[in-house]
């Protein structure tokens, strides 16, 4: 959700999706359109839709990607999203590097 995006306009936002949506799962099974209708004024709505879309496919699955293939099968995920999930979420000795840094 900041990803180009005013964090003050996030938090509001985020914390509503939270609540409505607090596993995976929970937003899998949710119609796209009241992803779509929490995520409405913060932007890029295919975002929200590639984001329910992930979370179809999480669910689908069962667990979570350990590798950055796995995440890069997911919609809407870049090399650098894939390594920063993997770097934060279990610590894994990946490179995040984003584009201001590669320049």
């Known amino acids: 959700m900041a990803q180009q995006t005013q ?3 996030v938090i509001p936002k985020w914390s509503a999706f ?3 949506y607090p596993t995976p799962v929970a937003c899998a099974e949710a119609p ?3 992803i779509l209708r929490l ?3 913060l932007g890029y709505p295919r975002r929200a ?3 329910h879309a992930t979370a179809q496919r999480l ?3 069962g667990s979570w990607p350990t590798t950055i293939d796995e995440w890069l099968e997911m919609p809407g995920i870049g090399p650098y999203t894939a390594r920063a999930v993997l770097a934060f979420s279990i610590g894994a000795d990946v490179a995040v590097v984003d584009t201001n ?3």
């Open 7 to 9: 964090v003050d306009r």
């Open 18 to 20: 939270m609540e409505a």
């Open 32 to 34: 796209l359109g009241d």
């Open 39 to 41: 995520w409405q004024g």
């Open 49 to 51: 839709a590639n984001l």
């Open 59 to 61: 669910a689908a699955l």
């Open 101 to 103: 840094t590669a320049r």
